[in-house]
């Protein structure tokens, strides 16, 4: 009997079945594997790492269904964007871009709804109660107001508008409605160097994509500009 006999013979038809049908599932989880990374490279933003706009709203609809009224949902725009591209150059943008980006996933933890909407515009989405939001807004308008350090030593001073809306202040989980509400909002603090929370009558106000300085009885949170 020759060795891949007596092989066989010690390790039984069964066992030699698994070893036969392991290397097609090993080829399987390498195909696997490759298109979970596509699958993510399409979620997500590659300058930032935060959620693309599809990826974004969906987790953050099944947020606000799980969490409901604890829930905050928060716009950022990053404040004179425009003018760090045009003094410092493109890549000095993108490096404040990505800074937001990794400033806003440690703020919001794991379990948010972190995303970049376009250009310098964020959004995120989180279980955050009304006992902890004060603090906790004005823990992110001191981290987009920290200045961004480049690679080559140059350090850029940034600031950021960030507007809040709630299901329990608004009355609604509606997302696109509660992003309409902290647009406004964002735009009633717009360069104050403060959060500013929505109140019910921000539901009211009309605008053209969310864009229009709203009305006064927002509640602002934060550092002076």
């Known amino acids: 009997m020759n060795s ?72 950022v725009d990053a404040d004179h964007f425009k003018q760090i591209n045009d003094t410092l150059g493109h890549a000095a943008g993108d490096a404040v871009l990505a800074a937001f980006g990794a400033r806003l996933t ?16 964020f959004a995120v989405v989180l279980d955050l109660p009304p006992g902890r939001r ?45 992003q309409r509400a902290a647009d406004t909002a964002l735009y009633d603090g717009k360069h104050s160097g403060r959060a500013v929370l929505a109140t019910m009558e921000k539901t009211t106000v009309p605008s053209v994509n969310g864009r229009r300085a709203g009305r006064p009885g927002t509640a602002m949170w934060g550092r002076a500009a």
Do not use: F
């Not at 599932?25 to 997500?44: F, N």
């Not at 933003?45 to 606000?64: E, I, K, Q, V």
């Not at 350090?155 to 809306?165: M, Q």
């Open 106 to 121: 440690a703020w919001a933890g794991p379990r948010a709804a972190v995303g970049r909407l376009g250009g310098d515009e």
């Open 4 to 75: 891949a006999a007596r092989l066989s013979g010690r390790i039984g038809p069964h066992a030699l079945l698994i070893t036969t049908a392991a290397v097609p599932l090993t080829g399987w989880a390498v195909h696997a594997a490759t298109l979970y990374k596509q699958i993510a490279a399409k979620e997500k933003d590659p300058l930032t790492g935060l959620l693309r706009r599809d990826a974004y709203t969906a987790r953050a609809r099944r947020l606000l269904a799980r969490h409901g009224d604890t829930t905050t949902v928060v716009m």
């Open 134 to 178: 004060r603090l906790r807004l004005q823990q992110l308008v001191r981290m987009l107001h920290t200045p961004v350090v480049l690679d080559d030593g140059r350090t850029v001073d940034v600031a950021a508008s960030i507007g809040a809306a709630t299901p329990s202040v608004l009355g609604t989980r509606d997302l696109a409605a509660l």
